[in-house]
């Protein structure tokens, strides 16, 4: 069974059709990339996925429930995170509440109880792995603006996992990173248990290609091409509308 599928799902702004008739499969346990030129739909995408987004028509299915349309949080309890193109932090709390808050919002605690429930062991030890899943452990106490650009996101990272997601959305994950940051936060992708379905949305091609059991190219809202890389890369569609011109648009704002 596919852990993900969408049909025919659609959402346009206007006459713009940003998501054309997109007819996705994500297997249980797959690194599945969406690619595509600038402005191609591939966030639009994972809005709609992770209920930022309401589609327009078509109909989006989580291990067999037709979740469409359901508000962020639900689609968050139901096991599908994500992460944003953009920082989404707290920049002057520490990185350890940081990740608390995102706990502790998952688990639905009243505000009432954050301080007690700050003070637990059981939460505590709950932050902590999850530091410990994204590199930060021994950074817990520094105030998150202190943190460099590529710790701030393996830190949103953190705040993804922090629900205990069985898919993840990545939204270009090493969009403005250093080469050694990319290489720090693939490794890290890499990392992540086997049993974590992901999908990256990533415009660097190596990173693409470290990561990706099927890659999924999407063009002007519809898919081009969806297969293993290898399928891809000897796709002759795929190469002119994209492969071709690497180093060109999708580069252009890292
Ligand atoms: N809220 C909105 N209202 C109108 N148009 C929108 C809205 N959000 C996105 N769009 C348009 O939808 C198209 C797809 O945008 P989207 O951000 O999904 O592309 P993308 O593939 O993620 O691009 P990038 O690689 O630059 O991140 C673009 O033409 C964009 O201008
Ligand atoms: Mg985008």
Request: aromatic content about 0%; glycine content about 4%; proline content about 4%.
């Given at each position: 069974m596919n852990l993900l599928e969408t049909h025919d799902l659609t959402k346009a702004f206007g006459a713009l059709?940003?998501?054309?008739?997109v007819n996705l499969r994500v297997a249980m346990r797959e690194r599945h990339a969406v690619i595509g030129p600038n402005g191609a739909g591939k966030t639009s995408l994972l809005n709609q996925l992770g209920g930022q987004l309401r589609p327009s028509s078509g109909k989006i299915v989580f291990k067999g429930q037709d979740?469409?349309?359901?508000?962020p949080e639900r689609i968050c309890k139901m096991g599908v995170s994500r992460t944003f193109q953009r920082n989404n932090l707290f920049?002057?709390?520490?990185v350890f509440e940081n990740v608390r808050l995102a706990v502790q919002s998952y688990r639905g605690l009243s505000w009432r109880f954050i301080r007690s429930a700050g003070a637990s062991p059981e939460m505590r030890e709950a932050v902590e792995r999850i530091l410990d899943q994204v590199n930060l452990l021994a950074r817990?106490?520094?105030?998150?603006?202190?943190?460099?650009y590529g710790e701030q996101r393996q830190l949103e990272m953190g705040i993804a996992l922090a629900c205990n997601p069985e898919l993840l959305l990545l939204d270009e994950p090493t969009s403005g990173m250093s080469p050694a940051e990319t290489e720090r936060m693939t490794e890290l992708i890499r990392s992540f248990p086997a049993s974590l379905t992901i999908i990256i949305v990533e415009h660097d091609m190596q990173v693409v290609f470290a990561l990706a059991d099927r890659i999924t190219v999407l063009t002007y809202g519809r898919v081009l091409a969806s297969g293993t890389p290898a399928e891809i890369t000897a796709n002759d569609e795929v190469r002119e509308a994209y492969l071709g011109q690497e180093g060109g648009h999708e580069r252009s704002h890292a």
């Open positions: 059709v940003v998501t054309n008739a979740i469409t349309g359901l508000a920049p002057n709390l520490s817990a106490r520094q105030t998150t603006r202190d943190l460099s």
